[in-house]
């Protein structure tokens, strides 16, 4: 009666968590994959290492959530021999925080796209970590398996490297030549 008991809060505990923190695992996977049915995939197997290490799972899961994700993730670019894809210019983060009708924006989602495709993928990683996931640098830490310290040099040196990127790559606008102005 007991073990009965215990599976029923177990499925309570894992339901919960489940309701609260799949849509987040979906949008870390969109944005590593660019591919919902790949994201989908990737946030069901999250959540069955959830349930098998459930004993393991901290109170304050969403980071050790990511943390099971990033290492899935590895083990599939390993398993593939390749390196993890660009991230998708649709990232949905990215181009709502732009309007699209101005050049400008769209040179800027550029220029950021590639610039963070030229930083290693530690850089990226504890970039999107704070930026998209919005964790903070010691949710960051127990994700990528490090102490908040080294995270938060981590965050210091990828934000100062992609900075020096996006000066490197801040286009000259020239003044339209007079014929072409009308």
Same mark, same amino acid.
């Given at each position: 009666?007991?073990?009965?008991?215990?599976?029923?809060?177990? *499925?309570?505990?894992?339901?919960?968590?489940?309701?609260?923190?799949?849509?987040?695992?979906?949008?870390?996977?969109?944005?590593?994959? @660019?591919?919902?049915?790949?994201?989908?995939?990737?946030?069901?197997?999250?959540?069955?290492?959830?349930?098998?290490?459930?004993?393991?799972?901290?109170?304050?899961?969403?980071?050790?959530?990511?943390?099971?994700?990033?290492?899935?993730?590895?083990?599939?670019?390993?398993?593939?021999?390749?390196?993890?894809?660009?991230?998708?210019? @649709?990232?949905?983060?990215?181009?709502?925080?732009?309007?699209?009708?101005?050049?400008?924006?769209?040179?800027?989602?550029?220029? /950021?796209?590639?610039? =963070? @495709?030229?930083?290693?993928?530690?850089?990226?990683?504890?970039?999107?970590?704070?930026?998209? *996931?919005?964790?903070?640098?010691?949710?960051?830490?127990?994700?990528?398996?490090?102490?908040?310290?080294?995270?938060?040099?981590? /965050?210091?040196?990828?934000?100062?490297?992609?900075?020096?990127?996006?000066? =490197?790559?801040?286009?000259?606008?020239?003044? /339209?030549?007079?014929?072409?102005?009308?």
């Amino acid at each position: 009666m007991q073990a009965r008991r215990l599976d029923q809060r177990d *499925e309570q505990w894992f339901t919960g968590m489940y309701a609260a923190h799949y849509p987040d695992i979906i949008r870390y996977g969109i944005r590593r994959l @660019a591919d919902l049915d790949a994201s989908t995939e990737l946030a069901q197997e999250v959540f069955e290492v959830a349930w098998r290490r459930r004993s393991e799972v901290p109170d304050n899961s969403l980071p050790w959530l990511y943390g099971v994700a990033r290492r899935l993730l590895a083990n599939r670019w390993r398993a593939r021999r390749t390196h993890p894809p660009v991230d998708s210019l @649709a990232d949905a983060g990215v181009i709502q925080a732009t309007d699209a009708s101005e050049p400008t924006s769209i040179a800027g989602i550029a220029d /950021l796209h590639a610039a =963070m @495709a030229r930083l290693s993928e530690i850089d990226r990683e504890i970039l999107r970590l704070v930026g998209w *996931e919005q964790l903070t640098v010691a949710e960051a830490a127990i994700v990528l398996g490090s102490t908040r310290t080294a995270a938060k040099v981590r /965050l210091h040196r990828a934000r100062r490297r992609l900075a020096a990127l996006l000066t =490197m790559s801040v286009p000259t606008t020239a003044p /339209l030549p007079a014929t072409a102005r009308g």
